[in-house]
């Protein structure tokens, strides 16, 4: 008898406990879905995303230059000295402060990109 009235306080639990109304809030007032071609826009015309953030380490350690060794102390990164030297550990510090974005910055576009590609299809091009 105590088990039925506890199924019953939980099948009332769970079917009232929510709402439309609590699913419809948004947590985060800047998190936009992109509705209209300006949204859109907006996404590509992000020139820190777009444009200007390129990927390094492959380049840093690379052997098409070499730096002389009063300019290689002058490097801030320790990334950057330990990419260079070709170090078994580039980056000593393994928070995500510690990690360079160098291997997101093209998934981070491509991501901009598909988000662009698959609101096309849902935008009315009138707007």
Known sequence: MK???IYLILIL?????CTKDWLEIKTNKQVVV?????DLEALLNNARVMN????VIGEISSDDYYIR?????GIKNIWEK????WNETIFTDQTISGVSGDWCYPYNRIYYSNVILGALEKVDSRT
Do not use: A, H, M, R
Not at 34 to 38: A, E, G, I, K, M
């Open 69 to 73: 060794d009063n300019l290689f102390v």
């Open 52 to 55: 200007t953030s390129v990927p």
């Open 34 to 38: 992109p509705t209209t071609l300006s």
């Open 13 to 17: 639990f769970f079917n009232f406990s």
């Open 82 to 85: 330990n990419t260079y030297l």
């Open 3 to 5: 088990i039925k009235y």
